[in-house]
């Protein structure tokens, strides 16, 4: 695992929007896994300023969300099947049977995670993984006690996650208690995964998956066991970090570590 401790969250977005843009250079159709929330949208809109400015092509990516809230339709503006049209896909040159998202209205959303994992499948699986991480350690919908194997699902959102993203809807009465979400096992399956983190709310979570013991407890930890992941920090996420000076030494010597990759 790679530790990046950034100054703040505009640089955050553009280090982010930068390896997105690096692996669609690298692999023009390459399969992206995405994140919603406030700490991509940074990201998202570099994104956009890329394809804008630069030419960045998104004409033969493809692209799978990790969660959508069950109950809401996609043109509900508290579904991430909106928050995802409107912020980044109807901007860039995305052709939309390459995107891919949970739907939190289907009939039998059994059926539906057992679809969603097959279709992942059927595209090669993913090739960059996009996360955050919630302020309980979670990663996608996986909240405290979930399984590192667990799969594609339906699951019981965690009260402070629901406390937490009640800021995205008029009432707090409003968020869904439950969601579709990629499982631990799907998101490990990603041959590379880019967390990041930004805020003081975060620093608490990001030490513990990052410096603690692997823990069905906080979720992000699991990502501990995975052979290529990197992981973006703020000074703010990165606060309670008891690593932090080896991290930063590490960031700024990376031309030297990398003739002594032995060392």
Known sequence: MEVI????????????????ADQIHLKPGSVLGLATGSTPLGAYQELVRLHREEGLDFSKV??????????????????????????????VNISPPNVYLPEGTVDDP???????????????????????????????FNEPGSSLASRTR???????????????FDDAEEVPRSAITMGVGTILEARRILLIASGEAKAAS??????????????????????????????????????????????DHKSEVQKHPGA
């Not at 799978?64 to 912020?87: A, I, K, Q, T, V």
């Not at 539906?112 to 499948?121: L, P, T, V």
Request: aromatic fraction near 10%; include cysteine; glycine fraction near 6%.
């Open 154 to 168: 339906l699951k019981t959102l965690d009260q402070r996650t629901i406390k937490d993203n009640a800021r995205f």
């Open 62 to 91: 493809v692209t799978f969300n990790l969660d959508e809230y069950l109950g809401l339709s996609p043109r509900h503006p508290g579904s991430y099947n909106h928050f995802m049209w409107e912020n980044i896909f109807k901007h």
């Open 206 to 251: 990001c030490a513990d998956f990052i410096e603690g013991p692997v823990s069905t407890l906080v979720t992000a930890s699991a990502l501990q066991l995975h052979a290529d992941v990197v992981v973006l920090l703020d000074e703010e996420a990165a606060a309670k970090l008891e690593r932090k000076e080896y991290y930063n030494w590490i960031r």
């Open 110 to 140: 059994e059926a539906h995670c057992s679809w969603y994992e097959a279709q992942i499948a059927k595209h090669g699986g993913i090739d960059l993984q996009l996360l955050g991480i919630g302020s309980n350690g979670h990663i996608a």
């Open 5 to 20: 401790i950034i100054p703040d969250y505009q640089e955050l977005s553009r280090r982010t929007a930068r390896m997105i």
